[in-house]
């Protein structure tokens, strides 16, 4: 599977970024995908994912009424819009997918048997 994730960069607190992640796989059908994050000392995290057919969605406490995961079908484009940034959201972003993870998974890194290079989302106080 071939993720391409785009749409990092610097914002202030309080901003919003949207961030995309593309993909060509021709069985994304079966697939969820999500975000991942990681920033330095710190333990990395699913922020979001969606299961690409019928688009039930998982959300990190952290991500809870700040961010919003979408897909579109037609473009094979997976995106996540973050709003209320703060500083602790700065981390690099990863595109991640995998095959059949069930729902109570969707939370689990070790799920997502796919990632793609990261996007810098650094958020200054």
């Known amino acids: 599977v071939q993720l391409q994730a785009s749409g990092g960069g610097l914002v202030q607190a309080g901003g919003s970024l949207r961030l995309s992640c593309a993909t060509s796989d021709s069985t994304y059908n079966s697939y969820a995908m999500g975000w991942f994050r990681q920033a330095p000392g710190k333990e990395g995290e699913i922020v979001a994912a969606?299961?690409?057919?019928?688009?039930?969605?998982y959300y990190a406490d952290s991500a809870k009424g700040r961010f919003t995961i979408s897909r579109d079908k037609a473009k094979k484009t997976m995106y996540l819009q973050m709003t209320n940034l703060t500083p602790e959201d700065t981390a690099v972003y990863y595109c991640?997918?995998?095959?059949?993870?069930?729902?109570?998974?969707?939370?689990?890194?070790?799920?997502?048997?796919?990632r793609g290079q990261g996007t810098q989302v650094t958020v200054s106080s």
């Open positions: 991640v997918a995998g095959d059949g993870i069930i729902m109570s998974s969707l939370g689990s890194r070790s799920a997502y048997k796919n």
């Open positions: 969606i299961r690409w057919s019928g688009g039930s969605v």
